[in-house]
């Protein structure tokens, strides 16, 4: 399977625990972006890296939340100290990342879903 | 801010009719806007993506047009199959990287 894959799928922790997601983009697909999406709504922008670059982060992207892609192929994203509302379910997208234009579409993974008790 | 709107947030009707899902945004500053479908539980499957100077993209039963100038689009799915079922999002994407979602419109086909 040569599409965007994330682990893992589903994740239970404790409040207050530390948790980390991992995203494999397709290859060679430089842009890499990260989304939330809770029950009912639409997935939100958290942020994006081009390349190993962070480019932009959401001002839903809050201290306890970190990002990191630091070969520039996969990406981890880190939540310290989960509370009840990161609930949801965390999606990660890939794109070419060849044109500046924002006329590219992005390939999103299966997400991971997130519940912390 | 970009705002995108989905009317109607849930939509049943009978296998073989033709319907228009619509989506509409606010800000006319954008490079394409992509129709997206989900599966309950999983993640996004892009079915049209429409450049900032086209009007329409086909693809199968499915037809997306765009009018940048009143900040809309519509999504129009024939001859609907039990199959088709699932939420539809539409998404832009403006002067940043990221897509802004609106909230889906949660389609039933009834066999």
């Known amino acids: 399977d040569t599409g965007v894959s994330q682990n893992p799928r589903h994740k239970i922790t404790k409040r207050g625990q530390n948790v980390t997601f991992r995203c494999d983009p397709i290859?060679?697909?430089?842009?890499l972006y990260w989304y939330r999406q809770t029950l009912g709504q639409g997935p939100e922008f958290l942020t994006y890296?081009?390349?190993?670059?962070?480019?932009?982060k959401s001002r839903l992207l809050s201290d306890r939340f970190s990002a990191e892609r630091p070969k520039g192929s996969f990406s981890t994203l880190e939540i310290q100290r989960t509370e009840q509302g990161d609930s949801a379910m965390y999606l990660c997208?890939?794109?070419?990342?060849?044109?500046?234009?924002?006329?590219?579409?992005?390939?999103f993974g299966p997400g991971t879903r997130l519940l912390v008790l | 801010k970009q705002e995108v709107t989905q009317i109607p947030a849930a939509l049943s009707v009978p296998e073989g009719e033709n319907l228009v899902l619509n989506c509409s945004f606010t800000?006319?500053?954008?490079?394409?806007l992509q129709w997206f479908r989900q599966d309950p539980g999983k993640g996004l499957t892009s079915l049209l993506l429409?450049?900032?100077?086209?009007r329409e993209q086909t693809s199968g039963r499915l037809n997306a047009s765009l009018d940048k100038s009143s900040g809309r689009s519509t999504l129009y799915i024939a001859a609907s199959q039990p199959g088709d079922s699932a939420t539809y999002l539409c998404?832009?994407?403006?002067?940043?990287?990221?897509?802004?979602f609106g909230q889906g419109t949660r389609l039933t086909i009834n066999p």
């Open positions: 997208a890939s794109s070419l990342g060849r044109n500046t234009g924002g006329q590219e579409t992005q390939y």
């Open positions: 290859s060679e697909h430089n842009r």
């Open positions: 890296f081009q390349n190993e670059a962070q480019l932009e």
């Open positions: 800000d006319s500053a954008i490079y394409n």
């Open positions: 429409i450049q900032s100077s086209q």
């Open positions: 998404a832009v994407v403006g002067g940043a990287q990221k897509l802004v």
